[in-house]
T-cell receptor
Framework: EAQVTQNPRYLITVTGKKLTVTCSQNMNHEYMSWYRQDPGLGLRQIYYSMNVEVTDKGDVPEGYKVSRKEKRNFPLILESPSPNQTSLYFC??????????????FGEGSRLTVL | GEDVEQSLFLSVREGDSSVINCTYTDSSSTYLYWYKQEPGAGLQLLTYIFSNMDMKQDQRLTVLLNKKDKHLSLRIADTQTGDSAIYFCAPYSGGYNKLIFGAGTRLAVHP
């Protein structure tokens, strides 16, 4: 089954404790992206990747890191989480770098709480 | 940057039609998408329209596009309780090479 898998789905952590949210897709997609969803703000892009070893900042990259060592995986790293990073996070992937022809496939989301 | 505006809430009675509206600023958008997010789930593509079309119908869904006013709407006929979800308007931005998401409209369907 074609899917985007995120882990963990739920996490409560404390300020400053490094964490990684994993994302894996089995559709051989080139394009992958991370979003955060906050009430009233919709989805805001954190980072995206056009292909292996190619990553770039989205709209709200501060406090986050990513890597794309393999095509299927795109982990999101919070080196020193803070309470304002409490949010619902989504990973998404697509066939092409040109989003005008590619549907975005989303993971089920990771709800992160930073105390 | 580019902007997408949607009303945050819509409440309709079961069996009625729902109309969700969206305005956007990027006049170069070639594809304009509607995504649906059910409770506790990720977003799923619902439908889309290409910028050279005015209307697209897909079963109970009708998408209308007014390019001049940069206005997009999604009509759901015979709305059911299973349609309760958040609906996101997402035009593709050629300048930024990505989808720009609105804040989402929460549709509540009541008996």
């Amino acid at each position: 089954e074609a899917q985007v898998t995120q882990n963990p789905r739920y996490l409560i952590t404390v300020t400053g404790k490094k964490l990684t949210v994993t994302c894996s897709q089995n559709m051989n997609h080139e394009y992958m992206s991370w979003y955060r969803q906050d009430p009233g703000l919709g989805l805001r892009q954190i980072y995206y990747s056009m292909n292996v070893e190619v990553t770039d900042k989205g709209d709200v990259p501060e406090g986050y890191k990513v890597s794309r060592k393999e095509k299927r995986n795109f982990p999101l790293i919070l080196e020193s989480p803070s309470p304002n990073q409490t949010s619902l996070y989504f990973c998404a992937s697509s066939t092409g770098a040109g989003m005008n022809t590619g549907e975005l496939f989303f993971g089920e989301g990771s709800r992160l709480t930073v105390l | 940057g580019e902007d997408v505006e949607q009303s945050l809430f819509l409440s309709v009675r079961e069996g009625d039609s729902s109309v969700i509206n969206c305005t956007y600023t990027d006049s170069s958008s070639t594809y304009l998408y509607w995504y649906k997010q059910e409770p506790g789930a990720g977003l799923q593509l619902l439908t889309y329209i290409f910028s050279n079309m005015d209307m697209k119908q897909d079963q109970r869904l009708t998408v209308l596009l007014n390019k001049k006013d940069k206005h997009l709407s999604l009509r759901i006929a015979d709305t059911q309780t299973g349609d309760s979800a958040i609906y996101f308007c997402a035009p593709y931005s050629g300048g930024y090479n990505k989808l720009i998401f609105g804040a989402g409209t929460r549709l509540a369907v009541h008996p």
